[in-house]
């Protein structure tokens, strides 16, 4: 049976049936789903920390040698191709898939809890804040974008070079031949699928736990699961509607909201708090994190344990995250990235989310830090709470709180969105218009395993949270490597037939030459002269 003739693929049927399960059980026994959950991620730190570090950071090395190598020569897609997107707007995609919920979350609340705990120095000094600033900038640098980068990569590569169906499994091709076509295809498309899930279910959870807090800080509402169970219902609602009707323009819309509104409380914050001061520690714990780099990229503290703790809580949940993360924000940026030059889009993709990160935690990390110190009952609050508490000392706090609040509920809801496409399409061969049913399907899945981790995290609904993304990046990130080794196969193959050198080649260029003036109309799969040089 063709796959155009075939109802549900065997990705969706597998990929359902096991997170219906999964969701079924926290349901049903939340304290023992919490528990197993707990336990795994917990050997998964201890036993297997190393290879995190050290599969995250050959990955950005990976990507620098991409933009010296004569393979950043190659086009993601035909050699006649241009890019389908302006060099600006593709920018502002690559800031709006940079932006989430984690940056408005954890934009105070991650650089105050490094203040109070840091990795190495003492608690509450300025020691200790320098630290604070240089370890979230280093959670949300290269790093995750390295991750994001290659699998996109991977994946424009082979869709718009190579013509292969959008589904992960389909760039590993040059390992497994046409075994990608088969049962081995659908088991790399499940672990895709479930780290996608996982990783987003991980976002929505967060964003539940601030608009929670933001609702209670505005409103009074009480910060419990079930107003967390009220919120998530009617935030899927609204996003399951759009996945149904397929108002792709409402969600365009929300997305430049979105940007407006980050820019704008950004540029307050900046100008409310201590601007000086801000500007002095960006450019101190930007050189602080180029400067420590590799060591902090490879280091995982095996003989001192408050650093080893550290890791744990924070670095190593930090690269599940990121990894299971992938596939959604991979799919998302490939899409728009057609055209462009390998190298471009490596040297994009790197700096621009690195340097937008930088500046924005150092904006609300700094002014929170500031904050918290003249009001030290802050420090001892939950992460989702600490940003309004902030935003409470502040002038105008009310406002800046609101717009928070309807920045967060609105990342919820694209990022729902988003997701549900990106899930349905990688359930649906591949398709670029996959079912509306499908779409709801997965977005009642999302939501419910979001409540599940929310429901069996305890009174720190992170713990869930944070175990559930260790867990899922675990596997998926073997499906990773093979992407990167499969597509380095691939490309430089390629870039060995068309000559692509460091140094010209002559000889190449002339018999370039020839070939097109001899075929004038002939479409080759051969790089245009500017691109070859």
């Known amino acids: 049976m063709s796959k155009g003739t075939r109802k549900f693929s065997p990705v969706f049927t597998y990929a359902t049936i096991f997170v219906f399960i999964m969701v079924l059980f ?69 800031f709006s898939a940079g932006m989430g919920i984690g940056l408005v979350f954890y934009g105070a609340a991650e650089p105050i809890s490094h203040f109070v705990a840091p990795p190495n120095a003492d608690p509450e000094t300025k020691q200790a804040m320098m630290e604070s600033m240089r370890s979230t900038i280093f959670h949300y640098g290269f790093h995750p974008w390295a991750m ?17 169906d959008g589904l992960l499994s389909k760039t590993l091709r040059p390992l497994f031949g046409d075994k990608v076509d088969g049962p081995l295809g659908t088991v790399v498309d499940v672990l895709a699928v479930f780290a996608t899930v996982v990783g987003v279910a991980v976002s929505l959870g967060v964003g539940t736990l601030q608009i929670n807090a933001g609702l209670n800080y505005l409103f009074g509402l009480p910060q419990n699961i079930w107003i967390q169970m009220v919120i998530i219902i009617v935030v899927t609602a609204l996003f399951l509607l759009s996945a ?34 801000i500007l002095n520690m960006m450019t101190t714990s930007t050189g602080m994190y180029l400067d420590t780099f590799l060591f902090n990229s490879f280091d995982v503290s095996p003989l001192f344990e408050q650093k080893k703790d550290w890791l744990a809580d924070w670095t190593i949940y930090y690269w599940g995250w990121w990894i299971s993360w992938s596939p959604f924000v991979g799919i998302f940026i490939a899409r728009v990235s057609k055209g462009r030059s390998i190298r471009e889009f490596i040297i994009a993709v790197l ?45 105008i706090g009310a406002l800046l709180s609101f717009i928070a ?35 709801v399907i997965w977005g009642v899945l999302l939501s419910s395993i ?48 068309l000559g692509l050198t460091i140094t010209p080649d002559p000889e190449k260029f002339e018999e370039y030459i020839e070939h097109v003036e001899e075929n004038p109309d002939e479409d080759m799969d051969r790089e245009e002269p500017d691109n070859v040089f």
């Open 450 to 497: 979001a409540f599940v981790l929310l429901l069996t995290g305890g009174e720190s609904g992170l713990d869930a949270l944070q175990a559930a993304a260790i867990i899922s990046a675990f596997p998926f990130s073997i499906v990773v490597i093979l992407m990167l080794i499969s597509f380095f196969k691939d490309a430089n193959l390629e870039r060995k037939s």
């Open 148 to 164: 994001y980068g290659i699998v996109a990569l991977s994946l424009a590569y082979f869709q718009f070079r190579k013509n292969e």
């Open 405 to 439: 609040l309807l920045l967060v509920t609105i990342f919820f809801i694209t990022s729902a969105d988003s997701a549900t496409f990106v899930l349905g399409t990688q359930t649906s061969f591949g398709s670029l218009h996959p079912k509306s049913g499908v779409k």
């Open 351 to 395: 700096l621009v989310p690195s340097v937008i990160a930088a500046i924005w935690f150092n904006v609300f990390g700094t002014t929170g830090i500031q904050v918290a110190q003249e009001t030290e009952s802050i420090l001892g609050l939950p992460p989702e709470t600490q940003l309004f508490a902030i935003f409470n000392e502040l002038p």
């Open 26 to 94: 926290g349901i049903i026994m939340p304290d023992q789903f919490g528990e197993i959950t707990g336990n795994i991620s917990g050997w998964i730190t201890d036993k297997f920390g190393w290879y995190y570090m050290i599969t995250m950071t050959f990955i950005v090395l990976f990507c620098i040698f991409l933009v010296f190598s004569p393979i950043g020569k190659l086009k993601l897609g035909k050699p006649n191709d241009e890019p389908e997107f302006n060099t600006i707007s593709w920018l502002a995609m690559l």
């Open 244 to 277: 149904w009707t397929g108002l792709s323009r409402g969600i365009q819309y929300l997305s430049n909201i979105n940007m407006v509104l980050a820019g704008i409380l950004l540029v307050l914050v900046f100008t409310i708090g201590p601007s000086i001061l």
